[in-house]
């Protein structure tokens, strides 16, 4: 064990690259991105120090050209979970004895390979995988991942720093250990930075960790692991298996050992984890740390004093950057009358100048939806909404499957401020807007708040710091992230730490310290240093009363 109070390097945000035309990093990017999509990959599960070959296998094409296969996938069975179970308990007691110094420096130098060699290849991965513009890719698999793993190496030492106070005679003491088993990372599509993060964060505190992907992702979730091996994450440690959910978790969750899940998905998945969780709770050593980011109906309120451009360009970023796919992607709009005509402008403007089609043209600011399911899901509403009398598309509104999973940015607008698509979760390049009358604010922050059960992001534009503040009160538990005029994504690790509650989750921040505390089990240890050796208190002693007293 080593004699030192060791200070880690302080954390700073990962630089954006800009892959401006002729830069260094557009070319590598480019070169990569086209090597990646001639070759096809054979993806195994990775479980303890083997590469899980189970001859069962599943398909991997772009979103945005779907007849192209890039790689194939080994797919698991009830088997392959409990093996990636005993594997995580086998190394469970060296890795959660190892000192943290240890544990940090294999994720701080995961930062560093990101940052450096790695860099080009996870953003090849996810652009081709998840159809992904550079730049939307830059700023997660590469800058939010980055963040992650340098922030959060820095909280963990700021949760080992925080000890009680210690009275003359004895030291008092607080000891943050690992969990009692192993966790369950139960991860989604959309961010590969989210995907990684979710099992690397209880690692990094000294858990070991079953992970599951979404099918969707599992390109780049190959590169992780590729990443997580190369920066010394031991065997078993992180297990990586391709199983469906309730393959999963029947073997997970009936499990003495589970002490927790790390999720990010729907609401109603996570609804029924929760359920059968408590149903097996009485078979578990300790009870399961549940933490969850799950589903967003996140939304814009414009007040009258905003000023027009600055909501459109909101609207155009926050609803239509990875079509819309984005926890915190804008869904829902309310703009007031007196500044309706020149935002309406302004967006129409913006989206017919959006081009569409393969992230390796880096021209293209819109890509393709994840998959067919999810095209088909908003081909639906779209033709609904073409039909219904009370409200207008106003732009986009068509799409083409043809060759990728393309749909165009679209904007609806309801008179019914509870038309369905302003009350469902639709995740993809749709936003309905409602036009309000600009005298009733109050009265439409009352519908923001009562129209969603969920509270993800939301952004409020005003140059009126009266209605900024009545607004702020009045959406309190609206939105676990709140924008005051910017839009509602974006997040950055060490700056906003992320995450909502009511039907979006148990808000524990990703991106922060609070995250990092699900993952431990505090121990309060007092030394005495001279003990008693009578057990009489004073007040036993027997005397005369003091002179006076009755």
Not at 71 to 79: E, I, L, M, N, R
Not at 178 to 188: I, K, R, S, W
Not at 290 to 307: C, L, M, Y
Not at 459 to 485: P, Q, T
């Amino acid at each position: 064990m080593a004699n030192g109070f060791f200070n880690v390097p302080i954390p700073v945000n990962e630089p954006v690259k800009s892959y401006a035309p002729g830069s260094k990093e557009r070319e590598e990017l480019l070169n990569t991105y086209n090597e990646l999509r001639e070759q096809q990959l054979d993806i195994p599960m990775y479980i303890g120090g083997e590469e899980v070959r189970s001859g069962k296998t599943g398909t991997i094409a772009p979103p945005h050209d779907h007849q192209r296969v890039i790689a194939t996938y080994h797919q698991g069975d009830a088997s392959h979970v409990q093996q990636a179970i005993d594997a995580a308990l086998a190394a469970r007691e060296q890795w959660a004895n190892m000192p943290w110094e240890s544990r940090a420096a294999i994720f701080l130098k995961a930062a560093d390979l990101l940052a450096g060699p790695f860099r080009a290849r996870m953003n090849a991965a996810t652009m081709l995988g998840q159809s992904k513009n550079a730049f939307q890719a830059e700023i997660d698999a590469a800058c939010e991942l980055i963040d992650f793993f340098k922030f959060n190496v820095k909280y963990m030492t700021d949760i080992y720093k925080m000890q009680p106070e210690s009275l003359p005679g004895m030291w008092n003491r607080l000891e943050h250990r690992p969990l009692e088993g192993f966790v369950f990372a139960l991860t989604p599509f959309n961010f590969t930075s989210i995907a990684a993060n979710l099992p690397a964060a209880p690692a990094l505190m000294g858990n070991v960790v079953v992970w599951k992907p979404a099918n969707t992702q599992i390109y780049s979730a190959k590169v992780i692991m590729d990443l997580f091996k190369a920066a010394g994450v031991p065997d078993g440690v992180i297990n990586l298996v391709y199983v469906d959910g309730p393959v999963a978790g029947d073997v997970i969750f009936k499990h003495r050992d589970f002490s927790g899940i790390h999720f990010t998905g729907s609401t109603g998945v996570f609804n029924h984890i929760w359920k059968t969780i408590g149903e097996n709770v009485g078979n578990y050593r300790n009870y399961p740390r549940i933490v969850g980011e799950t589903g967003g109906k996140d939304f814009i309120v414009a007040h009258k004093s905003a000023d027009a451009k600055e909501v459109a360009v909101a609207i155009t970023r926050g609803a239509f950057e990875y079509q819309g796919q984005k926890c915190s992607a804008a869904s829902r709009a309310y703009i007031p009358s007196n500044i309706w005509e020149d935002v309406k402008a302004y967006v129409i403007e913006d989206l017919a100048s959006l081009e569409m089609g393969d992230p390796q043209d880096f021209g293209n600011f819109i890509n393709a939806v994840i998959d067919e399911k999810s095209f088909d899901k908003l081909a639906k509403y779209i033709d609904a909404a073409k039909k219904d009398k009370g409200v207008e598309i106003i732009a986009g509104g068509n799409y083409d499957k043809s060759k990728g999973y393309f749909i165009e940015p679209t904007i609806i607008v309801a008179e019914d401020p509870s038309y369905v698509t302003m009350c469902e979760e639709l995740f993809g390049p749709v936003l309905t807007l409602h036009v309000y009358d600009e005298n009733k604010f109050e009265e439409t922050l009352e519908i923001v708040d009562k129209t969603s059960p969920y509270a993800l992001t939301g952004a409020i534009f005003s140059n009126d710091r009266y209605a900024i503040e009545v607004a702020s009160k009045k959406l309190s538990h609206a939105a676990g992230n709140f924008y005051i005029n910017d839009k509602p994504t974006g997040a950055v690790v060490g700056q906003q730490p992320f995450g909502g509650s009511r039907a979006s989750g148990t808000n524990d921040k990703a991106g922060s310290m609070l995250n990092l505390l699900r993952w431990t089990t505090a121990r309060t240890i007092k030394e005495t240093f001279v003990p008693p050796v009578d057990y009489r208190y004073p007040f036993l002693q027997r005397g005369s009363a003091p002179e006076g007293a009755i």
